[in-house]
């Protein structure tokens, strides 16, 4: 954990994941393999196991789009959220709908059934604010196509 991968358009950190206990995992792991379960663009998307993938944006978005799908249906499942350094620790990505986190507005459209949650988060700033970073990580956790907008 700790490694930086530059992209086009962000920094992104593997950083440690916090569980619903509020301890941290000393083992996490992340690595792109050929499923889709988030249902964004067929083929690849980033698998991750108690870790949180953190992106530092090289220039400031107004918008900040991604799929995901978490697996992790347990009742002591949790998922790790930010923007702008506002630290979210909640027990699924949907229960953040409609909340204002790190000056940014927070939009979850989810599909929801036994053990599982997928769909596409939303992060969009009012009137001065911009996203600088956000990270977003869980127990069994994909991600896929991410976007920001200026």
Same mark, same amino acid.
């Given at each position: 954990?700790g490694?930086?991968?530059? /992209? =086009?358009?962000?920094?992104?950190?593997?950083?440690?994941?916090?569980?619903?206990?509020?301890?941290?995992?000393?083992?996490?792991?992340?690595?792109?393999?050929? $499923? &889709?379960?988030?249902?964004?663009?067929?083929?690849?998307?980033?698998?991750?196991?108690?870790? &949180?993938?953190?992106?530092?944006?090289?220039?400031?978005?107004n *918008?900040?789009?991604? *799929?995901?799908?978490?697996?992790?249906? =347990?009742?002591d499942?949790n %998922? &790790?959220?930010?923007?702008?350094?506002?630290? *979210?620790?909640?027990?699924?990505?949907?229960? /953040?709908n409609? +909340?204002v986190?790190g000056?940014a507005n %927070?939009?979850?459209?989810?599909?929801?059934?036994?053990?599982?949650?997928?769909?596409? %988060?939303?992060?969009?700033? $009012?009137?001065?604010t +911009?996203?600088?970073?956000?990270?977003?990580?869980?127990?069994?956790?994909f991600l896929?196509?991410?976007?920001?907008?200026?």
């Amino acid at each position: 954990m700790g490694s930086v991968l530059t /992209l =086009s358009a962000a920094d992104l950190t593997f950083e440690q994941f916090q569980w619903a206990d509020l301890t941290w995992a000393l083992m996490g792991h992340a690595e792109v393999v050929a $499923s &889709n379960y988030a249902v964004g663009t067929p083929a690849k998307e980033l698998d991750m196991r108690a870790i &949180n993938a953190h992106f530092t944006l090289h220039q400031g978005a107004n *918008r900040v789009r991604f *799929r995901y799908a978490d697996l992790d249906g =347990s009742a002591d499942g949790n %998922v &790790n959220f930010a923007v702008n350094g506002d630290f *979210r620790n909640v027990s699924a990505i949907s229960s /953040l709908n409609g +909340v204002v986190v790190g000056g940014a507005n %927070v939009t979850v459209n989810a599909v929801n059934s036994v053990g599982w949650e997928r769909g596409e %988060v939303e992060i969009t700033t $009012s009137t001065g604010t +911009v996203i600088t970073d956000f990270l977003v990580g869980g127990q069994e956790f994909f991600l896929d196509d991410v976007c920001q907008y200026w």
